[in-house]
């Protein structure tokens, strides 16, 4: 991307914040924050641009407003920007925290969400009575017309930004699943990066497939959402001194400070460092979730004057007891997981036989011959970017279910590897076929323990049979040498006849679908093996998406 595209960019990033129109010198000074030296007759003839493109629209002598092309634009057109900007994002919220805990005063990082009805608010009271919220200071506004009621709960990246004001900078490192039992915090189940994704990673396990916050509350076990990150070793007494001075004032959800250079949580602490955990501020959010309430959730988006949120509740019971010394099994990456996977995949490209990874989901024996007719009807109306093979397979335990094993695209990077060609998984994504097709949002296999494309299902975001509105599938991102392009073309090409889906060969330093390689690579975008699996699911037969779950012989499957 060339200069001015990052500039027009940041100029619609800027819009995208305001509401009302906004003149070039309001947009000159946020840019010069940025680091962009631009000057008002410069950001005018950027605009100007944006105006003929459909981004921006002029509003008189006021100023300009970000269209709805515009922010379609910036949610789609420049995905490669967006998994770097989501953890600045958080960086200039750690950095605008100005809250004081001495006085009381200044601004904090806030998650402002849309809920529906009055039960909704009761559910988020019992949560904040339970202790699993970072504070139980709240804002509620209720749209009197509309009925909708609006939320604004404090974010845990507010005590980083406390933190820093007193010194003691944090390395937001992970979001994920903590596990309770007994009300104890054990270990994190699920992880995603702060880096490298443009999925922010709380967000992606706000689901009430995955998280089982009410259980902890009844029963004192299930899954919540929490952050982790890292201080420095030599300031973990202050540390603690401040987390203690917080709780006095309503602000609490450390889970726990591990001591220097000890694991905390299941999760790795490098030496001369200290890990902290943290509840998700989205926790009590992801309880009317779970109750099948409706809620429009926004995670982190601004800033607010804590003099402006009251607690929802003066009933407190005790929160969770702190974690033992850590000897939690350690967690495992998701690349980690695959790359022993793809190291046993032993496919032989002439002979067409050998093991490859299959996906096995689960369906009820009785919708079988359902599950199969809409996976037949996807393929016959997208040949392209559906994988066809497939092989029924038994439940090891349960005899009303049927596995139905699919190919993972992490194969072709074994099949290659075996043939003497680095491949290297490096996103999975979200993949709209526009023209040409674009990626509309990627993770990292190299920053999560959950196979992206089962996030992607489970939050419903496909629209792989195209009933959700525009055609979006999985697919996956993997980069490959430039030596050694000419030999990769070849085995790629016959895979894609045998059937295996080959979405596009990039070349070096070309973005593939919008998504961007290393230099001295070149990009190959393939389907994601849970494609047709996901067309069950949209079309409301119950199945149990799984991925990554053993290998099995090509030549034993079947074809659509």
Known sequence: MSESEYRMIEILRVLAKQDQPTGSKVIADELKEKGFNLGERAVRYHMQILDEKGYTEKKGYAGRVITDLGREKLEKGLIYDQVDFIYSKFEEMIYLTDFTYMTQKGNVVVNTSTIYNEESINIMKEIN????????????????????????????????GILLNEGIPTQPQYGGLLKIENNRPIKFTEIISYKKTSVTPLDAFANSDLTSVLDVITKGTGLIPANFRLIPGIAREKTIGIIKELINIGIGGVIGISEEGQDLLGLPVPDGMVGIAIIGGITPFCAVKEMGEDIDLNIGETLQDFDTL?????????????????????????????????????????????????????????????????????????????????KLVEHPENDDLVGIATICSLSIDGILINNGIMSNPTYSGLLELTEPPLFIDLISYNGTTLDPHKIFLSKNMTSITGKNGPNKVLASVKEIPYISRDHAVEILEILNNIGFSIYKIGKPRELVYNSK??????????????????????????????????LMPFEKMDRL
């Open 517 to 550: 390689v290393d230099n001295y690579n070149f990009g190959v975008i393939t389907g994601g093996g849970l494609n047709s699996i996901g067309a069950v699911k949209e079309s409301g037969i119950p199945i149990q998406v799984k991925a990554l779950e053993k």
């Open 310 to 390: 009251k607690p929802i509740t003066s009933e407190m019971f005790p929160p969770l007891h702190p974690p033992t010394n850590d000897s939690a099994e350690k967690i495992s990456l998701v690349l980690s997981k695959s790359l022993n996977l793809i190291q046993q995949v032993n496919f032989d490209v002439e002979k067409q036989k050998g093991d490859i990874i299959a996906n096995v989901s689960y369906v009820n024996r009785n919708n079988i011959d359902k599950a199969l007719s809409v996976m037949e009807d996807t393929y016959n109306n997208s040949p392209k970017y559906i994988n066809p093979y497939y």
């Open 129 to 160: 009575k339970g202790g699993l919220s970072v504070s139980p200071y709240v804002n509620i506004n209720e749209d009197k017309i509309t009925g909708e009621i609006e939320v604004t709960t404090i974010c845990g990246t507010t005590i980083d």
